[in-house]
């Protein structure tokens, strides 16, 4: 699926939204291995990253190829400085629902990306069809949380055990969609 969007942030800098491609990889893994580093609302850390470059390059190729999928990247002043991706959960029950994820450098963070990334993401999976977009999120994270509801998720479920940190023991993780149609 392909996409490509200029938008004006808050610091009145111009970002670019646009598929990652395979000669983005190494950009883009040093972003991943970045954010993954700077906060601790994210999956997996730095340390537990095992492909590189060359994976990565083959992993973006085929999401820019996919009909139902899509990797973007946010890029300001020729930096990309954050990521966001629409997933399928890939069964035929659930081939109506897809998982959202981003992810913005921590120095990017407050001036519009993360919404303007989620709006191309939702605009992508109406696209491919799906009803339903979903995500997970850390119930510490308030930020985020605010973002998602403003742009229509709801919660529809808590897992007390969700994550379990190296820093502070276990993370609640809120479940939220987005309906679609």
Known sequence: MKYSKNVSLKNNKKCLLRNATGDDAQEVLNVFLLTHEQTDFLSSYKDETSFDTAFEKQFLAEKECADREVYL?????????GTANVDSKGANKVKHRAELGVAIDKDFCGVGIGRALIAA??????EAGYSQ??????????????????????EFGRNPRGFRSRYQDWQELISMRLELD
């Not at 993401?121 to 109406?126: G, L, Q």
């Open 133 to 154: 977009l979903e995500l997970e999120v850390v119930s510490e994270n308030s930020n985020a949380i605010a973002l998602y509801k403003s742009m229509g998720f709801i």
């Open 73 to 81: 990247c946010a890029v300001v002043d020729g930096q990309i400085v």
């Open 121 to 126: 993401c939702i605009e992508c999976a109406k």
